[in-house]
Each structure stands twice: as C-alpha cells, then as structure tokens.
C-alpha cells in the first residue's frame, strides 16, 4: 500500500497571508464584532480566530450579552466565507508558484488537500486554480461551531484523509505547529514547511521531492 501525501492549504498551497491595513480577514471579523455591537479593537479580533473560539466562545460571548455562541459564530462563518472568497476572486489570494511542482509526485503517492478553511473555501481554491488533477480529495472544516472539535490539531480530519485514500501511513506537510499536532495524532510523519527560512523540514514544496526520498532512505 503507498504511503499518502498530505497538505495544509493556508501558507502551503496558496497565499493567504495579507498585511495590507484592512485585509480579508481583519474586515471580516470586524463585521462580526460590528453586528453585534461588540467594540472593533485588536484584542476581540483575535478572539474570533479559530483557535480562540474552540476555548473561549461561551466565555466571549458571554462577556457581551450574546446568550448563545452559535449566533456569533454562524455571523463569523458567514463574513469569514464571504471575505475569503472575495479575496480569491480578486487575487489577492494566490497560489504559491512551486505548487506546480507537485504533480511530479502525484505517480508516487495519492495526495490530498486538508484545511482548516471551510469546505465550501477548500472547493473554491481546487476550482480556481485547477487542482482536481492533483488532489484526489479535498477536506475542508464543517461551518458549525460544534464541528470546529475536529479542526486541526485534532486527528478528525487527517483520519478521514486516510479512511478516504484508503492508506494507513504517509505523510502532511504543513505550516504550522497545530499541523505537526495533528498529523502525529492520527499517526502520519509531519513535514514542516517554513517559507520565510526559519528552522523547518524544508523550505518550499521544491525541496519536498528530495526530502521524501531522503527519509525513505534513512
Ligand atoms: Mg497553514
């Protein structure tokens, strides 16, 4: 049986990161706070990234009178896909150009795309920058606030990668320490890729191609 190819999408295949004043993710949460008359500072921003709303939505939410965390963060999904979307169909999300190298490993290992970006967002960015021929299947998080328990670093996703490719071991790459978490929770070898340089497995998806014959080898 081939071992399988995991990726993260955010920072791995495209380029979502935006450092411009208002970005598609700074006006999508501030929409949020916005709607419910939350004040629009940096420190509720941050509570509203996905990390801080599988700990602290009650206690958030709470804080400002809103009864039922679902409510704000059905609001959350909604501005979160709109923005996203938007940010794609503008460019000023892109995909990462050694993308392309890719498919010169699509003959050696089944691969597939899983993010923690809702599915409807993971579809999108397949269909834009025409990955179907590379992925064999893309996961994307669920948009209920019960759902995020199975966003990364919890194993729920990167499993179901596996029941879906039908292989017990392989590997992900990925961006993030919540990346490596996962992946050696549901028993797959983490590769961390750091594209400003710093200390990781490799430094782009150019160097993939040797690394993994490299750790085959050892
Ligand atoms: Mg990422």
């Known amino acids: 049986m081939r071992p399988l190819l995991g990726f993260d999408m955010d920072g791995v295949i495209i380029d979502s990161e935006d450092f411009s004043e208002v970005n598609w993710i700074c006006e999508a949460f501030t ?32 804080r400002f009178g809103i009864d039922d965390p679902r409510l704000m963060w059905e609001r959350r999904e909604e501005h979160y ?10 460019g000023a ?12 490993l699509t003959c050696k290992y089944p691969m597939a795309l899983v993010s923690n970006s809702p599915q409807v967002v993971v579809d999108r960015v397949v269909t834009r920058f025409s990955l179907a021929g590379l992925f064999r299947v893309q996961i994307g998080r669920g ?6 328990s199975r966003a990364k670093p919890a194993p729920d996703m990167l499993n179901e990668m596996k029941a879906v490719l039908k292989a017990t071991a ?3 790459v990925g961006d993030e320490p919540g990346d490596v978490q996962a992946a050696l929770a549901a028993g797959l070898l983490p590769i961390r890729l750091v594209r400003d340089g710093g200390p990781g497995d490799i ?16």
Not at 93 to 104: A, E, N, Q, W
Not at 203 to 218: A, K, N
Request: proline share 3%.
């Open 31 to 62: 929409k949020t706070l916005r709607d419910f008359g939350i004040p629009e500072n940096e420190e509720n921003i941050r509570a509203l990234y996905i990390k801080n709303m599988r700990c602290n939505a009650a206690v958030f939410c709470r």
């Open 81 to 90: 896909i709109t923005e996203k979307l938007a940010a794609l169909n503008a």
């Open 93 to 104: 999300i892109t995909l990462y150009p050694d993308v392309r190298i890719l498919k010169d």
């Open 143 to 148: 948009s209920s606030l019960q759902s995020l």
């Open 170 to 172: 392989g590997y992900y």
């Open 203 to 218: 430094h782009s998806l150019i160097e993939l191609g040797d690394y993994l014959q490299r750790i085959v080898l050892s």
